[in-house]
């Protein structure tokens, strides 16, 4: 809301009553004071969450009111809002492609970001990083992919989805990385020249030849000779060390990088309104998109539990987007900041314990040679060499090793966050406390209860025989009842078998979970089954 003004309410600092500027905001910067002062009103540190901030409070409530109102009707409705929260960043990227790299400085923030440091290649957390970050750009291991694909017609030729995605993936990513470093690169050639002239200012008495030139015609090398020669003569003095390099590398990140990083860009470039405008939008339709496929994942999942089934989806919809709601109440507060960081260092850590688990039971569990045979059927085609490596061998030892180092990293290192010094009016390094530490020991372990539990539950009723009332029967072919969930999507596709299919009539097509995986061809052997319909 505050982008659509005249002028941006970041563009300057406060005065006080006296018409002085605010000494925070002074010692800090505009974009910074206004994010941690007026937007977050930000505490001291994690331990001191001072209370509820009924602003913060009031996007929280309106934010699940309309993803609510998305859901409560099932995929019918949230399929379409899709269309738009996936396109519209696409359209506000391409804006920011053509305005980033006309730009002063954006050849420079492009060139870092094709320059790679290979000695961060070493660090096991940036290859963690990294597997999140495909998980969370893919949506792998929340269930919104399965979810999604299970509304598909089982003849898909999902192979040739997933290359598409893949290859639509990497340019997205590449693509967005080169808008933002072209923006980026325009803030830090700012930064560069106003230091420049700085130091400029204080070597011009030794060196006169700097006189009446601007900061963008004196080369670096120049500047850093001059610089190392007048250290040499006067070892105390008040030289900033000018580097382009290190003001890109000084970016932010997180929150940060969005609301601080890039809302400082804006008041530089002409029409700020307009551009901070379209960038927010842009981010409130991302998170709304992500938001709709994670709560779509979950919500298919409940209904297709049995014991939940006679709940209408409003219902239950309205209680999940309650429960979310509830533990975002912690972010409302001043120390919201903190927690945000929290969950989002240890939070994502189980996507990749979830990945490796789902991928051993595939594999290993169900089977590699039935699940090729379930892609052979749907696909025409069976998977050749390079898909059973990756699935069998590569991508299992490959996430076994980032788990175990980032897991032996995080453990012989103490974790830290950033918190907002008053005084200072700058950030500042914090350990977590011990009460932190063992909230961040449950979320990272969060992913994995459901599991074990699951695992649990499953071998009870096994071996239980009061629980067996509707074990598998080799002789019965089983049918669950469609759910409202999934009911909408299947009913332009839906196809009634011939009765014959399970007398043992002429049509003798199988479609059963054997050890061979879902057979969907013509059998010579015809089996008899009878059927039961488990309510």
Same mark, same amino acid.
């Given at each position: ?160 989805? &997933?290359?598409?995605?893949? !290859? =639509?993936?990497?340019?997205? #990513?590449?693509?967005?990385? @080169?808008?933002? %470093?072209?923006? *980026? ?75 601080? &990083?890039?809302?400082?860009? !804006? =008041?530089?470039?002409?029409? #700020?309104?307009?551009?901070? @405008?379209?960038? %927010?939008?842009? *981010? ?252």
């Amino acid at each position: 809301g505050s982008s659509f003004t005249t002028t941006l309410p970041w563009s300057s600092c406060p005065l006080t009553e006296d018409n002085l500027t605010i000494a925070e905001c002074e010692d800090s910067s505009e974009t910074q004071y206004f994010w941690f002062r007026t937007t977050l009103d930000a505490s001291g540190s994690i331990d001191d969450p001072i209370g509820i901030k009924y602003w913060t409070f009031l996007c929280l409530v309106l934010s699940w009111v309309i993803v609510y109102l998305i859901l409560m009707k099932g995929i019918a409705s949230s399929g379409k809002v899709v269309y738009f929260t996936a396109m519209f960043p696409y359209v506000v990227l391409t804006i920011f492609f053509f305005r980033g790299i006309t730009l002063k400085g954006a050849t420079a923030g492009l060139s870092h970001m094709f320059t790679p440091k290979l000695e961060m290649l070493l660090k096991p957390t940036v290859w963690l990083d990294a597997a999140n970050q495909v998980f969370y750009s893919f949506g792998l291991a929340f269930g919104s992919i399965i979810s999604f694909g299970s509304y598909n017609n089982p003849k898909k030729n999902c192979v040739k989805d &997933v290359i598409i995605i893949s !290859f =639509t993936n990497a340019f997205t #990513a590449i693509y967005a990385c @080169a808008v933002i %470093f072209s923006i *980026l690169g325009f803030k830090a050639v700012h930064l560069f020249e106003k230091c420049l002239e700085h130091d400029v200012g204080i070597l011009m008495p030794m060196y006169p030849e700097f006189k009446n030139r601007s900061m963008e015609d004196i080369p670096q090398d120049e500047y850093s000779l001059a610089m190392s020669g007048f250290t040499k003569i006067h070892p105390q003095n008040l030289l900033k060390n000018c580097s382009l390099v290190k003001e890109l590398d000084d970016s932010a990140q997180g929150t940060g990088f969005a609301f601080i &990083v890039m809302a400082d860009v !804006f =008041t530089k470039i002409p029409g #700020a309104p307009f551009w901070s @405008a379209l960038f %927010f939008m842009m *981010l409130l339709s991302l998170g709304l998109g992500s938001q709709i496929g994670i709560m779509e994942g979950v919500m298919s999942t409940l209904f297709d539990q049995p014991s939940l089934k006679h709940i209408k989806k409003p219902v239950l919809v309205g209680c999940v987007a309650v429960g979310c709601f509830s533990i975002g109440l912690v972010f409302t507060t001043g120390a919201g900041e903190y927690w945000l960081t929290l969950f989002d260092s240890f939070g994502a850590t189980g996507l990749t314990f979830i990945a490796f688990a789902e991928l051993l039971s595939v594999m290993y569990v169900y089977g590699h040679e039935r699940f090729t045979k379930d892609i052979e059927n749907m696909t025409g085609v069976r998977p050749g060499l390079y898909w059973q490596l990756m699935w069998r061998y590569i991508s299992p030892t490959l996430m076994a090793t980032v788990i175990m180092s980032s897991t032996y990293f995080l453990l012989t290192n103490t974790p830290v966050y950033t918190a907002w010094n008053m005084t200072k009016a700058a950030g500042e390094k914090k350990e977590y406390p011990d009460w932190a530490l063992g909230v961040a020991a449950m979320l990272a372990m969060s992913s994995l209860i459901p599991i074990l539990v699951g695992a649990l539950l499953h071998l009870i009723k096994t071996f239980n025989p009061r629980n067996n009332k509707h074990a598998y029967d080799v002789n019965k072919f089983y049918r669950v009842d469609t759910t409202a969930s999934t009911r909408p999507m299947v009913d332009e596709n839906f196809e009634e078998f011939p009765v014959s299919l399970f007398t043992g009539g002429d049509d003798s097509t199988e479609d059963s979970d054997s050890e061979k995986g879902i057979v969907m061809e013509e059998e010579r052997d015809v089996k008899l089954f009878s059927m039961e319909v488990v309510l």
